[in-house]
């Protein structure tokens, strides 16, 4: 029995579904033009998909599961399961007009034409704020859309926002926060769910790896107890005698969003030699 996964065959995502696989410990050969592979110690089967195309395959069962953005999932709106949320990816769908516009709001879209690849969500959206305007679904380069009159506006995935800029264009609105997402069919058997479940543990050990920082630093043993109540740990820090009397190594782990915090805590209350190593995994 195989889980057989549709990955992004080119394009933003798919890198990152590659490193995913093999931070998880899963040896994929990805040769050059290949629509399908198998990982060689790990019951999976990889293909190769169109991005939109990858609800559809998910849905149909020619894939188990499979990795997505969340904007093309809602997009699509097929019936399958998002499974977890996998912190790579991470974009916005966003309204977009031109720089010299004074956009006061959603009621600034009423009687405009809207250029978009996301038609549902954009129609979703203007629903939600009783607004009426004309979509018109176009497949690519949907910022030039206002340059050459075919609209008044865009809504379009937006990261950085430079492409706006270079065509004189600003996000003022955004409707949709995105990032890749782990889907899956609604009818797995019990062996597919099985196996299915060793991949979510090991994708949700890689993702707190990622969000923490082991710290290994040197204490002085009266003030050991204030530096400990800084470093909350997965338990409680660990704590070895120095060779020199009178200190301690402690060794904790740190989550990333507080990190800076934390170490400048630590260093005001005496502690030293502080060492900071990335986690490869991390298991609860």
Not at 54 to 62: H, R
Not at 66 to 88: A, C, D, P, R, S
Not at 181 to 198: E, H, T, Y
Request: hydrophobic content about 40%; charged content about 25%; overall charge negative.
């Amino acid at each position: 029995m195989k889980l057989r996964i549709g990955i992004q065959k080119s394009g933003r995502l798919h890198e990152d579904s590659m490193k995913l696989l093999k931070e998880c410990g899963i040896d994929v050969s990805n040769g050059v033009n290949k629509l399908k592979t198998e990982a060689s110690n790990f019951p999976l089967e990889v293909f190769f998909f169109r991005d939109d195309d990858i609800p559809q395959y998910v849905e149909d069962g020619v894939a188990d599961i499979g990795i997505v953005g969340e904007n093309v999932v809602y997009e699509k709106n097929k019936k399958i399961t998002v499974v977890e949320k996998l912190g790579f990816g991470k974009c916005r769908l966003s309204v977009a007009v031109s720089r010299n516009d004074d956009y006061d709001g959603p009621r600034f879209l009423e009687g405009k034409r809207i250029a978009t690849t996301y038609p549902v969500l954009v129609d979703r959206f203007l629903k939600e704020q009783n607004v009426t305007a004309e979509i018109h679904e176009i497949s690519g380069s949907v910022e030039i859309a206002p340059g050459i009159g075919l609209a008044d506006a865009i809504c379009d995935l937006v990261s950085s926002g430079s492409t706006l800029f270079m065509n004189g264009l600003k996000e003022v609105q955004p409707i949709l926060q995105s990032q890749a997402v782990l889907i899956r069919n609604s009818g797995l058997s019990d062996a597919q769910m099985a196996i299915l479940q060793k991949l979510l543990f090991r994708i949700q050990s890689v993702k707190k790896a990622r969000n923490n920082k082991y710290i290994l630093l040197n204490a002085p043993n009266d003030r050991l107890d204030e530096i400990i109540g800084l470093l909350p740990g997965m338990k409680s820090p660990t704590v070895l005698p120095l060779a020199e009397k009178g200190w301690s190594s402690v060794h904790s782990v740190v989550n990333e969003n507080e990190f800076w915090d934390i170490i400048e805590k630590l260093k005001e209350a005496g502690a030293q030699g502080i060492l900071v190593v990335p986690i490869e995994k991390m298991i609860i």
